[in-house]
């Protein structure tokens, strides 16, 4: 039988998981556009060749769009084997330590490219070992949030294990930042004098971090204490269609999928906002990312208490809207009358609060939509609603970054920068979407809450 309490032994280990795919994520969304495709004052040469057709369609533009979009096309076949699983070990963990390991190998690969300088071998390159990152980033994180659901059966359990998650999030995103810090003292200290190897070294390490990190879950929870031995048995077709006919999950996921489009272009937009904008290194990445993520944290406290007392529903709009007008900022960046410090410093400190909201409450939505179709149906696909959540946040979070990699050809170099302030614009427009789609969701009540 399920346990009515989790220990915070297992709020710990259920958190080390997400830190550790949070730093492999946030390494490609950060790194991926500044490395191949680096603006003019940042040391480095482009790794791919720069041709743009239409005026805005470039290289990288493609590959993340095709790339991303077959592996998000799998995400619903892997919650549907998962969800289907009659492993001894339970229906989540066997995919995960499966996933693991080649999670991390496969995202220091991406920037290990065949030459040093801008080849089109490069190009295929980088297709084949994002799509492979992608494609185990979901067998591992598709099992691993739908253990929120498989563990959390009551609300304060699923505030509990989301905020883990986020704390998780968040500190591994600080530590995907560090790797700017760690290539100015990888290059302080001499081992290098090359720029693009600094990189390579912080990343290699860092992902030897991330696969240590998500090994802890995958070897440390004993999913069979939690969760009993059910199991679909429907084909992934039926599930799929199961999920995408619920109302909520549908309003849900547009809105999610828009606000991570809108945080894909931010994220990726950060080390040339803080370089070719406001003219500061970019190893001040890590300082400002740390402020979030502290801002963030000291939020969650107050979040995990309100979680379970006030509307989600409008706690969630109101986040979305203040997300919008932070985001707006970023069209401001380098034109006012203050410290280009302490410009990034308002924008990041702003941030902290709605993102520590949009951090914890969405996988308890998801969770809610769940056990409410569950109650409803007598159905046992917690994954696939997870999976399906994944597929959105993936279209997502690959129009943003295509959508960055676009705007970019406006200008993302210092006094012609025009393609990265319309990035905030962009972004902010998003976000504002997500409230008023939002609007219409219709907060469920299920027999476990």
């Known amino acids: 039988m399920p346990q009515s309490k989790l220990p915070l032994r297992i709020l710990i280990i259920y958190g080390l998981g997400c830190f ?32 743009v057709w239409f005026g805005f369609v470039n290289i990288i533009s493609i590959i993340l769009l095709t790339g991303r979009g077959l592996d998000a096309v799998l995400d619903p076949l892997i919650a549907n ?7 001894k070990l339970g229906r989540r963990i066997p995919f995960m330590r499966w996933a693991f390991l080649p999670l991390s190998v496969f995202c220091a690969l991406v920037f290990i490219p065949l030459y040093r300088h801008d080849h089109a071998a490069n190009i295929w390159w980088l297709a084949v070992t994002q799509m492979l990152f992608y494609f185990f980033f979901g067998l591992y994180t598709i099992p691993y949030n739908a253990l929120l659901a498989d563990l959390g059966h009551d609300a304060r359990a699923k505030v509990d ?28 200290l001499g ?33 069979r204490e939690f969760h009993s031995r059910q199991h679909t048995t429907g084909g992934a077709f039926k599930s799929l269609t199961a999920a995408l006919k619920n109302r909520n999950f549908r309003i849900f996921a547009m809105a999610d999928a828009s606000y991570f489009m809108a945080i894909a272009i931010i994220s990726t937009g950060l080390l040339y906002y803080i370089r070719a904008m406001l003219g500061l290194d970019e190893s001040l990445g890590t300082a400002f990312m740390l402020a979030m ?70 996988n308890t939505v998801v969770a809610d939509i769940a056990h409410q179709e ?67 969701y219709k907060e469920p009540q299920t027999k476990a809450d």
């Open 20 to 51: 550790g795919w949070s730093i492999g994520l946030n390494i490609i969304s950060v790194l991926l556009n500044y490395i191949y495709l680096p603006p003019t004052n940042s040391g480095m040469h482009d790794l791919i060749p720069g041709t």
């Open 81 to 87: 084997l998962s969800d289907k699983s009659k492993s």
């Open 161 to 188: 294990l989301s905020t883990a998650q986020s704390v998780g999030f968040m500190a591994g995103a600080m530590v995907s930042a560090s790797s700017t810090a760690a290539v100015w003292l990888i290059l302080h």
């Open 191 to 223: 081992i290098t004098t090359d720029r693009l190897s600094a990189y390579q070294y912080a990343i290699i390490a860092l992902n030897i971090i991330a696969a240590a990190c998500m090994a802890v879950p995958a070897f440390g929870i004993k999913e």
């Open 293 to 362: 993520v502290v801002i963030t944290m000291i939020s969650y406290g107050f979040v995990n208490k309100v979680g379970t007392i006030y509307s989600r529903k409008k706690m969630m709009i109101a986040s979305f809207a203040v997300a919008a007008l932070v985001f707006g900022e970023i069209f401001f960046l380098g034109h006012v009358p203050l410290h280009p410090i302490l410009q990034a410093s308002v924008l990041v400190v702003s941030f902290g609060i709605p993102n520590a909201f949009l951090q914890i409450l969405p």
């Open 374 to 440: 569950r109650d409803r149906a007598g159905s046992n696909e917690e994954a696939m609603f997870f999976g399906m959540r994944a597929f959105f946040q993936k279209i997502g979070q690959t129009l943003g970054i295509t959508v960055f990699a676009m705007l970019i050809t406006l200008g993302k170099d210092p006094g012609h920068d025009l393609g990265l302030r319309m990035s905030g614009v962009v972004g902010a427009v998003l976000c504002a979407f997500a409230a008023v789609i939002y609007i219409f």
